[in-house]
Each structure stands twice: as structure tokens, then as C-alpha cells.
């Protein structure tokens, strides 16, 4: 069992990533370093009017907070954040936010990639496109990039 | 037994979700994706390359070669693209 703090959220509003940092940093001076990520929509030059996330609640939490917990134990992290909106979301809007927090900065930068890369491929969600013309969008096909960056830090640890 | 569809899985079939009961020599999810396929023409054309089709099995992931039996809910769904 880990002892630190993992904030994991699905939801819909935006989130505020200076919040969630100071969640992990306030009243304590033990940590180092601090690596956030936040994964936002893009418009594909300009053809995309929004994605739409689906997801499957309760397992989503779940499987994120699975892999962050393999985060945990594998690096020296001294907290970890993970929050993903689901619904609508337009060109520019952020998806995705991962902090990571630890004493030096390799833990953080590690952890945060990881957790990222096992979100993607792991974590139950679907995105779909509704295009700028009014053309009814598809969903999204999984990239083999994905599988490949999540393969890369091994075998079962997620 | 309650079965969960997701994404385009959820579209094809026409349904979020149903409780159906298991035919007896459904014992993995691979019997789970033949034996759904043979319900109807929204089903056979959702799970048309089943080898596709992810699984969770209270809200676990599974592979198609596993057991379901004592699953109280099977989720249904294409790879994941969240992130």
C-alpha cells in the first residue's frame, strides 16, 4: 500500500491545475519537484468543432487509479493527481491533467509519463469528433503510437 | 447477467446496456462475442471483427480467453482513446 496522496477525478467542468498543485505541495517541504501535463483538444487545422468524451463511470476512476498506484510503486513519487472531463469539449479546452510530485525531479517526470502513456491506452475512454462543416464525426481510432508508448516501460505494471 | 456498450460497440447495438441470461456453454468472453453475434443484425454487424472488442468484467479488464462465469457485469467496448 502507498501512503501518499492520488487525487483521481472524471468529470465534466474544467479543473484548475494551480489548485491541484497546491493540493500536493501546500504545508509541506519535501517536495522538489513538480511535473504537471495537461492534454488539450485540438481543432486539426481547423475541422474539428469539439470532441466528445464517453466514458465508464466508476471503472474509469478505477483503472486510472490502478495505474497510478503502479506509478507509486515504482518511482519515488510523493503524490500523484489525475483528473479527465468527459462530455463536449471544444478546440483549446483542456482534456487531461496529470500531476506528479516528488523530492528530485527524474521520479516526477517518469511518473507523470507513465501514468499518461497507461491513461491512454488503459483508462475506458472513447473519443468522437463533430466536425466544423456539420459532417457527422467518427470516433476515434486507438494509435499503435499509444500501444508503443506504453509498451516501452514494460511488462505488467499497469 | 448485466452487459455495459460503449462508444461505437453502444451505437451499432442500439442499447446502453441490457441483463440477459447466459446460455450455459458461454464460459468465456470469447462465447460471450459469438453468442451475442447470433441475437440479431445489430449485433453480428457490432461485433463483426470481435477480435476488436475490448472486455471488462467488473469493470476489470479482461482477455477473451477468460472465464466470465461469476461476472455480475461484462462491459463491451472498442479500444480506448481517452487522454
Redesign the interface.
Known sequence: MTAIPITIRVQAEPFDSEAEVASLTAGRTDVGAVVTFQ?LCRSEGGSLAALE????P???E??IRRVAEAAAARWPVLGLAAI?RHGKIAPGAP??LVVATSSHRQAAFEAAAFL?DF??????????EHHADGREGG?????ET?DAAAARWGGNDA | MRLLYFAWVRERIGKTEETVDLPAHVRTGADLLAWLKTRGEEYDHALERPDVIRLAMDQMHIRQDETIAEAREIALFPPMTGG
Request: charge should be positive; proline fraction near 3%.
Open positions: 492534454g468524451l464517453e466514458h465508464y466508476g471503472m474509469a478505477a483503472e479527465h482534456i487531461v499518461m491513461l491512454k491506452t488503459r483508462a475506458p475512454f472513447w473519443k468522437k470516433w476515434v481510432d486507438a494509435r499509444d
